[in-house]
């Protein structure tokens, strides 16, 4: 794939100022947005438009059957991601899957979809690209001469267990060839589905290489199922907490995103709620709106919440400078301005309070060792 422009660094294009009149695809059950909007390389743009037969008011009656789920493999030629981002505290990053059928409507991730050719909208919760070959990618990596161990996440972009793993298992591969070569790794998602591996974490956890920080958004199982329409339910990701730290397991809680007015008043509560789970850490990110996340997320505000739609953009731009987003480095996680650092002072008390203050988990580099690679002949090790 050529490179394309880093988007934390490109000059954001897409704004919508307030009171813009915004398409309105109505929801699909189960999904984050119904909006299947045009991505920033699309050469041409479609539109519905009245032919005199009154197909526009025919097509709102009639019932659109949910979207279903599409899967496709795809062989990578690499698996890790370098990070050159000051503001992440990891090196090197394994997302074993593009797209992500979570659906939240406020997932960063979404654009990039666009360089799949593919919508930032339905088409990243609906057509989920698995990386098939991840774990043979990643021993590759790992046994190449050149390789040295470094602080590594899995899943900081896109859910490694979304509902697909079920079936595919990749992570699951990942996960072993991690443990192979006692290789440490910190691991972050709202799914309950991270307790199928405990019996692959928690030794590697008890040996100091591993991690898991699951993201808890809300406590409102109602605001949960419109924010996140196929995550986790809030009191199972909680029991997740409780699971992974019963095993043993380093775990922290993600408060993130908090966005003004719809979760932030909760966010003590949050830590709270985790830290009886047996969090005993904790980090948050406010409201991210690059690229073509923001005229889906704030569809998505207009439609859910129309009577606080304008404050919480409001408060959204006295974060990010009057505008929409800033992608600089810095300033895209934490927010500046007077809300950004009253948020900020009420994390770090409640977290101080609760013990969630601690330091992360310090992951072991040095036990590290070099995978064996086969010859197609089976003669010995390739390296």
Same mark, same amino acid.
């Given at each position: 794939?050529?490179?394309?422009?880093? %988007?934390?660094?490109? %000059?954001?294009?897409?704004?919508?100022? =307030?009171?813009?009149?915004?398409?309105? %695809?109505?929801?699909?059950?189960?999904?984050?947005?119904?909006?299947?909007?045009?991505?920033?390389?699309?050469?041409?743009?479609?539109? +519905?438009? +009245? +032919?005199?037969?009154?197909? $526009?008011?025919?097509?709102?009656?009639? &019932?659109? *059957?949910?979207?279903?789920?599409?899967?496709?493999?795809?062989? @990578?030629?690499?698996?890790?991601?370098? /990070?050159?981002? *000051?503001?992440?505290?990891?090196?090197?990053?394994? /997302?074993?899957?593009?797209?992500?059928?979570?659906?939240?409507? !406020?997932?960063?991730?979404?654009?990039?979809?666009? !360089?799949?050719?593919?919508?930032?909208?339905?088409?990243?919760?609906?057509?989920?690209?698995?990386?098939?070959?991840?774990?043979?990618? #990643?021993?590759?990596?790992?046994?190449?001469?050149?390789?040295?161990?470094?602080?590594? /996440?899995?899943?900081?972009?896109?859910?490694?267990?979304?509902?697909?793993?079920?079936?595919?298992?990749?992570?699951?591969? @990942?996960?072993?060839?991690?443990?192979?070569?006692?290789? =440490?790794?910190? $691991?972050?998602?709202?799914?309950?589905?991270?307790?199928? +591996?405990?019996? $692959?974490?928690?030794?590697?956890?008890?040996?100091?290489?591993?991690?898991?920080?699951?993201?808890?958004?809300?406590?409102?199982?109602? #605001?949960?199922?419109?924010?996140?329409?196929?995550?986790?339910?809030?009191?199972?990701?909680?029991?997740?907490?409780?699971?992974?730290?019963?095993?043993?397991?380093?775990?922290?809680?993600?408060?993130?995103?908090?966005?003004?007015?719809?979760?932030?008043?909760?966010?003590?509560?949050? #830590?709270?709620?985790?830290?009886?789970?047996?969090?005993?850490?904790?980090?948050?990110?406010? *409201?991210?709106?690059?690229?073509?996340?923001?005229? #889906?997320?704030?569809?998505?505000?207009?439609?859910?919440?129309?009577?606080?739609?304008?404050?919480?953009?409001?408060?959204?731009? &006295?974060?990010?400078?009057?505008?929409?987003?800033?992608?600089?480095?810095?300033?895209?996680?934490?927010?500046?301005?007077?809300?950004?650092?009253?948020?900020?002072?009420?994390?770090?008390?409640?977290?101080?309070?609760?013990?969630? /203050?601690?330091?992360?988990?310090? *992951?072991?580099?040095?036990?590290?060792?070099?995978?064996? $690679?086969?010859?197609?002949?089976?003669?010995?090790?390739?390296?």
């Amino acid at each position: 794939m050529s490179p394309h422009p880093d %988007p934390r660094n490109t %000059p954001q294009k897409i704004q919508i100022q =307030p009171l813009v009149e915004l398409p309105q %695809p109505g929801s699909r059950k189960g999904r984050g947005t119904a909006w299947a909007i045009e991505h920033r390389f699309t050469k041409h743009a479609t539109e +519905d438009w +009245d +032919d005199g037969w009154g197909t $526009l008011d025919q097509a709102a009656t009639e &019932e659109r *059957l949910p979207p279903a789920t599409q899967v496709i493999e795809e062989r @990578v030629k690499s698996i890790l991601t370098s /990070n050159d981002s *000051l503001d992440i505290s990891f090196d090197l990053s394994i /997302n074993p899957y593009r797209g992500c059928e979570h659906g939240c409507v !406020y997932c960063f991730a979404r654009p990039t979809h666009s !360089y799949l050719n593919l919508s930032p909208g339905l088409d990243f919760e609906t057509r989920i690209i698995a990386k098939v070959n991840a774990a043979q990618r #990643l021993r590759e990596a790992f046994a190449a001469r050149a390789y040295e161990p470094r602080l590594l /996440n899995i899943g900081s972009a896109t859910d490694a267990y979304q509902p697909v793993e079920r079936k595919l298992r990749i992570t699951r591969a @990942v996960l072993e060839v991690m443990a192979e070569c006692s290789h =440490p790794f910190s $691991l972050v998602t709202k799914s309950s589905g991270v307790e199928r +591996d405990l019996d $692959l974490i928690a030794p590697m956890a008890a040996r100091r290489l591993a991690a898991v920080y699951v993201s808890v958004t809300s406590l409102d199982a109602g #605001l949960s199922r419109i924010l996140e329409p196929r995550a986790a339910a809030p009191q199972r990701r909680l029991k997740t907490i409780e699971a992974l730290a019963r095993a043993g397991v380093p775990v922290g809680v993600s408060v993130s995103p908090v966005i003004p007015f719809i979760n932030e008043p909760e966010l003590e509560r949050i #830590l709270q709620a985790a830290a009886d789970a047996g969090a005993t850490s904790a980090f948050s990110v406010v *409201l991210r709106l690059p690229w073509e996340v923001n005229p #889906l997320f704030q569809q998505w505000l207009a439609q859910h919440f129309p009577e606080r739609a304008a404050r919480v953009m409001a408060r959204v731009r &006295e974060m990010r400078g009057g505008r929409d987003y800033d992608a600089r480095f810095g300033a895209r996680m934490r927010g500046e301005g007077v809300w950004a650092q009253l948020l900020r002072q009420r994390f770090d008390k409640a977290a101080a309070r609760l013990g969630l /203050n601690r330091e992360r988990v310090e *992951l072991d580099l040095a036990q590290f060792r070099k995978p064996r $690679l086969q010859a197609a002949d089976g003669q010995g090790d390739l390296f």
